[in-house]
């Protein structure tokens, strides 16, 4: 079993930064890949970034290249998404999620955290 908690969300203005943390605990030799999601009331899940664990391989939406760094600190078992020049467009609840395959398909990520709460004012 393995279980993620999510934090470092907030209010903060356009333009600032925020650092998201995700926290991986149990059975963390079970997946090869950790990503970040958001979500916005009404609307399914939006792929973000992920990060492979071993090989430290990263992957991103095409609407976050730039601004966004996904990143991972092995003793803490913890994954970063260091979100800058935030804009309107990124309120939602991040989430982190694991994908044990390694396949980077959305529908194999799961153990989904309870996410955390980012707000962009303008």
């Known amino acids: 079993q393995v279980q993620l908690v999510e934090s470092g969300g907030g209010l903060v203005q356009a333009g600032g930064s925020l650092r998201l943390s995700c926290t991986v605990s149990?059975?963390?030799?079970?997946?090869?890949?950790v990503g970040w999601f958001r979500q916005v009331p009404g609307k399914g899940r939006e792929f973000v970034a992920a990060i492979s664990w071993s090989a430290g391989t990263t992957y991103y939406a095409d609407s976050v290249k730039g601004r966004f760094t996904i990143s991972r600190q092995f003793s803490k078992n913890t994954v970063y998404l260091q979100i800058n020049s935030l804009k309107s467009g990124d309120t939602a609840v991040y989430y982190c999620a694991i994908d044990p395959t390694g396949r980077g398909i959305q529908s194999d990520f799961g153990s989904w955290g309870q996410g955390t709460q980012v707000t962009v004012s303008s």
């Open positions: 149990g059975r963390t030799s079970y997946y090869d890949r």
